[in-house]
């Protein structure tokens, strides 16, 4: 699962396009890993005030 904003585009342009896949199953394992590390756990996002997803929805948690 993801937070925050994901876009297809994002994942094609820091993952996808920097990638060869061997397989349908080796693009879904590092696809889920660019979800779910990188994209969730590191990456900054400028909407959520420079803050990655994980951080931001527990640092502010749905009322």
Not at 19 to 24: T, V
Request: glycine share 4%; hydrophobic share 30%.
């Amino acid at each position: 699962m993801f937070h925050g904003r994901f876009t297809a585009a994002r994942c094609e342009h820091e993952e996808v396009d920097l990638q060869d896949y061997l397989d349908l199953d080796d693009a879904q394992q590092h696809l889920d890993r660019f979800i779910g590390e990188l994209y969730n756990r590191e990456r900054l996002h400028s909407s959520l005030g420079s803050l990655p997803p994980v951080e931001f929805t527990a640092r502010y948690p749905s009322q």
